[in-house]
């Protein structure tokens, strides 16, 4: 039903897209306090025996689908004492991540959901990681402020990815990195492209990685269908298992066919 109301209001206008989005976002952090729900992603799993597990904490073994997709975005470039800023941070696991593990001299994890950024400053405390209230298409930062912008599956709530776009290029320093990922209907992504084409900002690399989010959801199908069962009020725990993506839910479903797909993408800031 929420699924379903969110994807009606969403194709009136992309002004009407990003209240009704901020509206459920300051819903979720006001009601649902849990310290150990520090995602919203739909995670990331490899395809492949290749691929060298990540190591993680025992604290942080729940969260690792989550974890990973985060690692998957940001492990082509080397961070280490960068200033780096999220947009889109919500319940802030990934900010936290990539302060602990991947130390960057400072970093900004910056959300619309005033609620969400008190959840976070709330229960994070970690040297060099802060979260501020601001809107994607209007960052509250100076120009050239930034090494590194990160946006996580984010991007889809937005009114004007073009205004998002031209934010990030401004925050961004010289030579700067922008670190992207999002999923989009197949008949978007072309759209997609075209808006980061257009950005002003240089592709360096784009990643299909649909089947890396099919593999990851079936993973982690059983720890998020028993937290939402676990968490959250009765009524409201069908429409949360769709949102979530577990097996059978309409947004799992188009992935398996291949009807919305899923890009990761690594651009830059170069001199004109």
């Given at each position: 039903?929420?699924a379903?109301?969110f994807?009606m209001?969403c194709r009136?206008?992309p002004?009407?897209?990003?209240?009704?989005?901020?509206q459920?976002y300051?819903?979720?952090?006001?009601?649902?306090?849990r310290?150990?729900?520090?995602f919203?992603?739909?995670g990331y799993?490899?395809?492949?025996?290749?691929t060298?597990k990540l190591?993680?904490?025992?604290t942080?073994a729940?969260?690792?689908?989550?974890i990973?997709?985060?690692?998957?975005?940001?492990?082509?470039i080397?961070i280490r004492?960068?200033?780096?800023?999220?947009?889109?941070?919500?319940?802030?696991?990934g900010a936290?991540?990539?302060?602990?593990y991947?130390?960057?001299?400072?970093?900004?994890g910056v959300?619309f959901?005033e609620?969400?950024?008190?959840?976070?400053?709330?229960?994070y405390?970690?040297?060099g990681?802060?979260?501020e209230?601001?809107?994607?298409e209007?960052?509250?930062?100076?120009?050239?402020s930034?090494d590194?912008?990160?946006?996580?599956?984010?991007?889809?709530?937005y009114?004007?990815?073009d205004?998002?776009l031209g934010q990030?290029?401004?925050v961004?320093?010289?030579?700067?990195y922008?670190?992207?990922?999002?999923?989009r209907?197949?008949?978007?992504?072309?759209?997609?492209?075209?808006?980061?084409?257009?950005?002003?900002?240089?592709?360096?690399?784009?990643?299909?990685?649909t089947l890396?989010?099919?593999?990851?959801?079936?993973?982690?199908?059983?720890?998020k269908?028993?937290?939402?069962k676990?968490?959250?009020?009765?009524?409201?725990?069908q429409?949360?298992?769709?949102l979530?993506?577990?097996?059978?839910?309409?947004i799992?479903?188009?992935?398996?066919?291949?009807e919305?797909?899923?890009?990761?993408?690594?651009l830059?800031?170069q001199?004109d």
């Amino acid at each position: 039903m929420i699924a379903n109301l969110f994807t009606m209001f969403c194709r009136i206008s992309p002004k009407l897209k990003g209240i009704v989005w901020k509206q459920w976002y300051q819903f979720l952090a006001r009601f649902y306090q849990r310290k150990d729900w520090n995602f919203m992603n739909y995670g990331y799993a490899p395809v492949d025996d290749q691929t060298e597990k990540l190591y993680l904490d025992k604290t942080d073994a729940d969260n690792r689908f989550c974890i990973q997709l985060y690692h998957h975005v940001v492990y082509t470039i080397d961070i280490r004492d960068l200033n780096v800023l999220e947009v889109g941070s919500g319940r802030g696991g990934g900010a936290d991540y990539i302060k602990r593990y991947l130390k960057p001299k400072t970093m900004v994890g910056v959300d619309f959901s005033e609620n969400a950024v008190a959840f976070c400053n709330q229960n994070y405390v970690v040297n060099g990681l802060s979260f501020e209230i601001g809107n994607a298409e209007s960052l509250p930062f100076t120009d050239n402020s930034f090494d590194v912008v990160i946006n996580v599956e984010s991007s889809h709530c937005y009114g004007s990815m073009d205004a998002f776009l031209g934010q990030v290029k401004r925050v961004l320093r010289e030579d700067g990195y922008f670190l992207f990922a999002d999923f989009r209907s197949k008949e978007n992504i072309d759209v997609l492209r075209e808006k980061l084409h257009n950005s002003g900002l240089t592709l360096i690399k784009e990643t299909c990685i649909t089947l890396n989010i099919v593999e990851a959801l079936n993973l982690d199908n059983e720890r998020k269908t028993t937290l939402i069962k676990k968490t959250i009020h009765k009524p409201l725990v069908q429409s949360f298992l769709e949102l979530a993506g577990t097996k059978g839910s309409k947004i799992y479903e188009k992935f398996k066919s291949r009807e919305v797909i899923y890009l990761s993408f690594v651009l830059q800031k170069q001199t004109d």
